[in-house]
């Protein structure tokens, strides 16, 4: 038996963990020379590891990818199967010990976690926990410098766990943000675009939070694990208040969304619908080019087509016309 098998991962899928493991971080490339697999293997053997939350990934360009501590993703598979897996606990702790020294500090309302590993590992855990919400606030700054997927979501999301997110401009500042954003919202996350959002957050279930040590200069390998206490009831009222002031997102393609609520408009493509969302949300013209992929000039002039279609004296009336309407 190798050691993914009990929570129903493949050879493959295990080679590819164990060596990234003994990598700490690598890209397809390097990994695919490291176990003698194509990168095409590598890949599939990739994207279920990152559904079952045991990688992370860092980036795109090129994707560098590195394991969730062991005892923490690990741990959230054990759970669920049962059964006879003890075996391969012992095994996890092991595998815990050879990634990081030193064992982590529990037992106060308010832990600090430090380093990218450590930070990783808590919010794979977090979300592997959840079992009812998961509230968000997505803004920058990220790990590795860069905005980095959330594929453990996905698999959050079809298990029953609700996401509500809120996104800052920051967070949508390149057509791959938002179509990552918009992969959540068709998968069922709940998602508003707020722009000047910059409190980071993230709160499961409403016992348990994981926010920047500091806010006035934050440093993204640097948070605090918050359990049960005032300052979880302070951050989950902080979230609704930026959930009430922000501007809902609505999927395209879904049978309720843009294009079904525009029937009436059928001019109106799920295009249009994301630049009315944005535009309603506060953003700027050169902020939501750069989120559709497009030239600010290209907005501008769309915008303007759709004031005179909506009878909008400004950008601001525009957005309530079209929120009116139902077209976002």
Request: glycine residues 8%.
């Amino acid at each position: 038996m190798f050691l993914l098998e009990p929570v129903g991962l493949g050879q493959r899928d295990n080679d590819v963990y164990l060596a990234l493991l003994e990598l700490r971080r690598a890209t397809v490339a390097h990994l695919a020379e490291h176990v003698g697999e194509s990168q095409a293997e590598v890949r599939a053997a990739l994207a279920v590891l990152l559904g079952a939350g045991l990688v992370h990934q860092l980036g795109y360009a090129p994707a560098v990818y590195m394991v969730v501590a062991p005892d923490e993703a690990l741990a959230a598979l054990i759970q669920r199967r049962r059964g006879d897996l003890a075996r391969m606990q012992v095994r996890v702790e092991d595998l815990a010990h050879r990634l990081r020294s030193g064992p982590p500090r529990t037992g106060s309302a308010v832990e600090l976690v430090e380093g990218e590993d450590a930070v990783i590992a808590s919010v794979t855990r977090l979300q592997a926990h959840a079992r009812k919400e998961v509230l968000a606030v997505d803004a920058p700054p990220y790990l590795g410098g860069q905005w980095n997927p959330n594929d453990f979501e996905i698999t959050q999301l079809e298990s029953g766990v609700e996401y509500r997110f809120v996104y800052s401009a920051d967070s949508l500042s390149t057509p791959l943000h938002v179509a990552n954003m918009r992969r959540c919202v068709e998968a069922g996350e709940q998602a508003r675009v707020l722009p000047d959002a910059s409190m980071k957050m993230l709160i499961v279930d409403r016992h348990t939070a994981l926010m920047p040590a500091s806010y006035q200069h934050p440093d993204a390998a640097v948070r605090l694990l918050v359990r049960e206490s005032a300052l979880v009831d302070v951050l989950v009222c902080c979230f609704e208040g930026m959930w009430a002031r922000a501007t809902p997102v609505v999927a395209g393609e879904a049978p309720d969304g843009v294009l079904a609520k525009a029937a009436d408009k059928p001019g109106l493509s799920p295009r249009d619908g994301e630049l009315l969302s944005l535009l309603a949300s506060g953003m700027k013209d050169r902020s939501i080019a750069r989120a559709l992929g497009v030239t600010e000039r290209t907005v501008g002039r769309r915008v303007t087509e759709l004031m005179t279609e909506l009878g909008a004296q400004s950008r601001f009336q525009a957005g309530l016309l079209a929120a009116r309407k139902g077209w976002i």
